[in-house]
T-cell receptor, first 116, second 115 residues
């Protein structure tokens, strides 16, 4: 079975600084998707960024980028120029490529605080 | 496009009662998944529906059930509520397309409190 591990329960960053959130996963599949979701206090999950395992190039979305290391099964999220609005719970999630399912497997989350 | 909507947003029920939660996906999305979020267990997959058929089911007791209608709207039902069923129930929809990457879009959730 696939598992997702986020070893940092809480992180803190100064406004305008850069922070990296860690995620590791375990799977025997060769094709899959990885995601970072943000859940602010409003509780609505928002997709931050996604990565297809077959793509070697790391995904980037504005201030958010990932470091995808397939062999190491590592998928970290870097937030540059942190803003107060980035404060939220961040979840790493895995989805298999096949199997006719959209089932996401989530990590336990990292609570990010942004200090002004 | 309007986002995923869930009703009701908040619900308080008593042990032993049953509850029905509703989810309307983004227009054009045919796949709906449900997740339970609790402080202790985190985010757990409940089930997924596509074209009115349950495609996948998580490890939850039979008290948890769901269905999807022809307009892709979905409902989940929990019978004989227990205190441990208190949670945020999230619904997500996706534009399912074989072989193409896609994401799930989440609704605001229904906060269920069982007393």
């Amino acid at each position: 079975a696939q598992t997702v591990t986020q070893s940092q329960p809480e992180m803190s960053v100064q406004e305008a600084e850069t922070v990296t959130l860690s995620c590791t996963y375990d799977t025997s599949e060769s094709d899959y998707y990885l995601f970072w979701y943000k859940q602010p206090p409003s509780r609505q999950m928002i997709l931050v960024i996604r990565q297809e395992a077959y793509k070697q190039q790391n995904a980037t979305e504005n201030r958010f980028s990932v470091n995808f290391q397939k062999a190491a099964k590592s998928f970290s999220l870097k937030i540059s120029d942190s803003q107060l609005g980035d404060a939220a719970m961040y979840f790493c999630a895995y989805r298999g490529y096949g199997g006719a399912t959209n089932k996401l497997i989530f990590g336990t989350g990292t609570l990010l605080a942004v200090q002004p | 496009k309007a986002g995923v909507t869930q009703t009701p947003r908040y619900l308080i029920k008593t042990r032993g009662q049953q509850v029905t939660l509703s989810c309307s996906p983004i227009s054009g999305h045919r796949s709906v998944s449900w997740y339970q979020q609790t402080p202790g267990q985190g985010l757990q997959f409940l089930f997924e529906y596509f074209s009115e058929t349950q495609r996948n089911k998580g490890n939850f007791p039979g008290r948890f059930s769901g269905r999807q209608f022809s307009n892709s709207r979905s409902e989940m039902n929990v019978s004989t509520l227990e205190l441990g069923d208190s949670a945020l129930y999230l619904c997500a929809s996706s534009a399912r397309s074989d072989g193409i990457s896609y994401e799930q879009y989440f609704g605001p959730g229904t906060r269920l409190t069982v007393t």
